[in-house]
């Protein structure tokens, strides 16, 4: 598959390639397993420069004499030549390399030589003046790069002159992405991007195995429901990298927000424990392994937690609580998977609808986007909680437009018209600008009937569907 998109992080690269021409120059770029990375570097690099892979499996010497290798085949050092210590070889690239030297999940030296961190800060410190010399540090484990990069008691705080943190790719470059996969349908593409998210290594791997042009069902069967799936062990071998051999709380507590568990209190109560007992837990998982995220209610401070890693949501939602059953490929969780798979793919397209739509689904510039949910101030029978799926609005001009987000096809008004009712009812508890403010509404929908939605547009409502985001591309 061609190389897609990441052509701001290339010129980034750039960048700090022509700076390194007059002072070396020191990079570190992170981000999650299979955002891209090497492929980025790969992109980057030319055949005069250096990669070298920090294999954790290897013992410190087998891998120095790897690299030992690499120097000789580059014409770096002679046949006759050999390294006998780390501090030979961080020497020699000081010494006489010239151009770009990449080391790919640099974080794995703390289990392979440790000492190669103070080694470098040394040659770091020693040649700030060097000319023509880049070195670029990559890790895939977000928790333990924090640790070597920006950790004042590691080696090498500080000697850091540039930071980039490798994103997803946007929904826009995976519709490319599934495009030169022959997958052309949007409701396909997005069904795609709800569990793959924009990390490209998953579409790849639809191109490796082969599956160009076959339904999402088709795909979600290969990885994950047939015996030796493709992707069966990803999730647990991507979080054994970061946890170690720490507690397994942190898979309960994934698995616990996974299933709608959004709050500390709900969480603790799935899991049947005190919530002070999570709380250092989820703060780990929130902000050194990155891997949930926090949604801030609008207006009104509340906090829900979510699974950032669209795989994980996903694998979490469906598989981590009946690995048994999964192992064995029981035939009731595959039809569980089967049954459900519709609802969850409505979950995940509310929360990610900015990414999907883009911020221009509004009559005016938006100044922030968000959900707004709390309790009915009178309570109705059977209901004494609310959610709005999307509020778009800018206090400087006082707009605000409230959304509804259905993941499903609408072929006439009366029901979009029922919810819009609902929709202009759950508004009128929002406490913003009340007497000021001009109102919007609107709903999202997978698909809707081309004459239902321009009716809705001409009476003033905001109307998108999948559609009008394919036919903005």
Same mark, same amino acid.
């Given at each position: 598959?061609?190389?897609? #998109? !990441? *052509?701001?992080? $290339?010129?980034?690269?750039?960048?700090?390639?022509?700076?390194?021409? /007059? =002072?070396? &120059?020191?990079?570190?770029?992170?981000?999650?397993?299979?955002?891209?990375?090497?492929?980025?570097?790969?992109?980057?690099?030319?055949?005069?420069?250096?990669?070298?892979?920090?294999?954790?499996?290897?013992?410190?010497?087998?891998?120095?004499?790897?690299?030992?290798?690499?120097?000789?085949?580059?014409?770096?050092?002679?046949?006759?030549?050999?390294?006998?210590?780390?501090?030979?070889?961080?020497?020699?690239?000081?010494?006489?390399?010239?151009?770009?030297?990449?080391?790919?999940?640099?974080?794995?030296?703390?289990?392979?030589?440790?000492?190669?961190?103070?080694?470098?800060?040394?040659?770091?410190?020693?040649?700030? #003046? !060097? *000319?023509?010399? $880049?070195?670029?540090?990559?890790?895939?484990?977000?928790?333990?790069? /924090? =640790?070597? &990069?920006?950790?004042?008691?590691?080696?090498?705080?500080?000697?850091?002159?540039?930071?980039?943190?490798?994103?997803?790719?946007?929904?826009?470059?995976?519709?490319?992405?599934?495009?030169?996969?022959?997958?052309?349908?949007?409701?396909?593409?997005?069904?795609?991007?709800?569990?793959?998210?924009?990390?490209?290594?998953?579409?790849?791997?639809?191109?490796?195995?082969?599956?160009?042009?076959?339904?999402?069902?088709?795909?979600?069967?290969?990885?994950?429901?047939?015996?030796?799936?493709?992707?069966?062990?990803?999730?647990?071998?991507?979080?054994?990298?970061?946890?170690?051999?720490?507690?397994?709380?942190?898979?309960?507590?994934?698995?616990?927000?996974?299933?709608?568990?959004?709050?500390?209190?709900?969480?603790?109560?799935?899991?049947?424990?005190?919530?002070?007992?999570?709380?250092?837990?989820?703060?780990?998982?929130?902000?050194?392994?990155?891997?949930?995220?926090?949604?801030?209610?609008?207006?009104?401070?509340?906090?829900?937690?979510?699974?950032?890693?669209?795989?994980?949501?996903?694998?979490?939602?469906?598989?981590?609580?009946?690995?048994?059953?999964?192992?064995?490929?029981?035939?009731?969780?595959?039809?569980?998977?089967?049954?459900?798979?519709?609802?969850?793919?409505?979950?995940?397209?509310?929360?990610?609808?900015?990414?999907?739509?883009?911020?221009?689904?509004?009559?005016?510039?938006?100044?922030?986007?968000?959900?707004?949910?709390?309790?009915?101030?009178?309570?109705?029978?059977?209901?004494?909680?609310?959610?709005?799926?999307?509020?778009?609005?800018?206090?400087?001009?006082?707009?605000?437009?409230?959304?509804?987000?259905?993941?499903?096809?609408?072929?006439?008004?009366?029901?979009?018209?029922?919810?819009?009712?609902?929709?202009?009812?759950?508004?009128?508890?929002?406490?913003?600008?009340?007497?000021?403010?001009?109102?919007?509404?609107?709903?999202?929908?997978?698909?809707?009937?081309?004459?239902?939605?321009?009716?809705?547009?001409?009476?003033?409502?905001?109307?998108?569907?999948?559609?009008?985001?394919?036919?903005?591309?």
């Amino acid at each position: 598959m061609r190389f897609i #998109n !990441r *052509e701001k992080e $290339l010129r980034y690269l750039y960048e700090a390639r022509n700076l390194s021409r /007059k =002072k070396l &120059f020191t990079i570190v770029i992170f981000g999650q397993r299979r955002i891209g990375k090497t492929r980025l570097l790969v992109e980057f690099l030319t055949n005069k420069d250096l990669y070298f892979f920090v294999n954790k499996r290897k013992s410190s010497l087998t891998l120095l004499k790897e690299f030992e290798e690499i120097l000789k085949n580059k014409g770096i050092m002679t046949r006759l030549e050999s390294l006998s210590t780390w501090d030979d070889f961080v020497h020699i690239i000081f010494d006489r390399v010239k151009g770009s030297v990449a080391f790919d999940e640099f974080q794995n030296f703390i289990e392979v030589e440790p000492s190669i961190f103070g080694i470098f800060q040394k040659f770091i410190d020693l040649n700030e #003046n !060097r *000319e023509d010399l $880049l070195l670029i540090f990559t890790g895939s484990t977000i928790g333990l790069v /924090k =640790k070597i &990069f920006r950790n004042k008691k590691e080696p090498l705080y500080g000697r850091i002159k540039r930071r980039l943190k490798l994103t997803e790719l946007d929904f826009k470059a995976v519709a490319n992405m599934c495009r030169e996969l022959e997958i052309e349908d949007i409701e396909e593409i997005t069904k795609l991007y709800l569990i793959f998210g924009g990390f490209p290594k998953y579409y790849v791997s639809i191109e490796d195995e082969n599956l160009m042009g076959v339904n999402v069902y088709e795909i979600i069967d290969r990885f994950f429901l047939r015996e030796n799936a493709v992707l069966e062990d990803e999730v647990m071998d991507i979080l054994s990298l970061e946890f170690g051999k720490k507690s397994g709380i942190y898979y309960d507590i994934l698995t616990a927000i996974a299933n709608g568990n959004s709050s500390l209190s709900q969480i603790a109560s799935f899991l049947n424990r005190k919530a002070t007992s999570i709380s250092r837990h989820l703060y780990d998982l929130l902000n050194f392994f990155e891997i949930i995220g926090v949604e801030e209610r609008l207006f009104k401070r509340k906090r829900r937690y979510y699974i950032r890693h669209p795989l994980m949501n996903f694998w979490f939602r469906f598989f981590h609580r009946n690995l048994s059953a999964y192992q064995i490929r029981e035939e009731w969780l595959i039809e569980y998977v089967k049954k459900n798979l519709n609802s969850y793919f409505g979950k995940v397209f509310e929360r990610r609808i900015p990414e999907i739509f883009g911020r221009n689904i509004v009559p005016f510039k938006p100044q922030k986007m968000g959900r707004y949910w709390g309790k009915i101030p009178i309570k109705q029978k059977g209901r004494n909680e609310f959610e709005i799926d999307l509020i778009v609005y800018n206090e400087a001009t006082k707009n605000i437009a409230f959304f509804e987000v259905k993941w499903k096809d609408f072929d006439n008004n009366k029901e979009i018209m029922r919810i819009l009712y609902e929709l202009k009812s759950k508004s009128k508890i929002v406490n913003w600008f009340n007497r000021e403010r001009t109102e919007y509404y609107g709903i999202i929908a997978k698909k809707i009937k081309d004459k239902v939605k321009e009716s809705l547009r001409n009476e003033g409502y905001l109307i998108w569907d999948l559609e009008d985001v394919k036919k903005s591309f």
